[in-house]
């Protein structure tokens, strides 16, 4: 059963944008963080951005100003907008979602997110 549905990777050139989006199932209950992880070839898998249930938000530095996380909470659909995309950026990013009184983790399959020079 697939709980987190992620949409919006690609390839793009240094300087553009792409917007990811990630569907939690209605199965899952009582979200309380959601954001977004990625993993480049060879590293280990970082936080990128996390906004809670309250609309607060925390970024990497090596993303801020430049990436917004954002939430619909009618929709259970959490956004990454990423402006002035770098070839470091490139990574498979993950949708990460935090639920019920014991913050069970969900994961998204992941979606390449790939920038040319």
């Known amino acids: 059963q697939v709980q987190l549905v992620e949409s919006g990777g690609g390839l793009v050139q240094a300087g553009g944008s792409l917007r990811l989006s990630c569907a939690a199932s209605s199965s899952i209950f009582s979200i309380n963080d959601m954001g977004w992880h990625r993993q480049a070839p060879g590293k280990q898998r970082e936080s990128v951005a996390v906004i809670t249930s309250g609309g607060r938000t925390n970024y990497a530095d090596s993303v801020k100003g430049r990436f917004t996380v954002s939430r619909d909470n009618a929709k259970n659909t959490v956004y990454l907008q990423m402006n002035s995309l770098q070839p470091e950026d490139t990574a498979v990013y993950y949708c990460?979602?935090?639920?019920?009184?014991?913050?069970?983790?969900?994961w998204g399959q992941g979606t390449q997110v790939t920038v040319s020079p």
């Open positions: 990460n979602v935090r639920a019920g009184i014991h913050n069970y983790d969900y």
